[in-house]
């Protein structure tokens, strides 16, 4: 129904900048939320930025600062600046979308979506 493709992971020394994009397609009446996660090894993936569903934004404390996110809702696509990067920046990034889909008997059928994940390497 709805697919989230990312693009613009990689590898960058520490100090450098790279630039994700996540753009969603499908079945899409509106998107509530979207934004990033990042998920390392053995660890939980956890919230790095999102524009909430009340067009907040929302920061991990470790990113703050230096990553920005920022969105066009014209075409459905969130991007996330990452600006002075860090060794323990290192994860796979995820794009997470709360969209909704639909309506059964005028209540908003809404559900989660994820993208396939990138790969950000920083290294010292």
């Known amino acids: ?3 989230l493709v990312e693009s613009g992971g990689g590898l960058v020394q520490a100090g450098e ?3 994700l994009s996540c753009t969603a397609s499908g079945s899409i009446l509106s998107i509530n939320s979207m934004g ?3 998920q390392v090894p053995g660890k939980q993936r ?3 930025a999102i524009f909430t569903s009340v067009g907040s934004t929302n920061y ?5 600062g230096r990553f920005t996110i920022s969105r066009d809702n014209a075409n459905n696509t969130v991007y996330l ?3 002075n990067l860090k060794p323990e920046d290192t994860a796979v990034y995820y794009c997470d979308a709360e969209a909704i889909t639909g ?5 908003p059928y809404t559900a989660h ?3 396939q994940g990138t790969q950000v390497t920083v290294s010292s």
Do not use: H, P, T
């Open 103 to 107: 309506r059964i008997f005028s209540i």
């Open 60 to 64: 991990a404390d470790s990113v703050k």
């Open 1 to 3: 129904q709805v697919q």
């Open 36 to 38: 990033w996660y990042r």
């Open 17 to 19: 900048s790279l630039r």
């Open 81 to 83: 600046q990452m600006n």
């Open 46 to 48: 956890e919230l790095v």
């Open 113 to 115: 979506y994820w993208g």
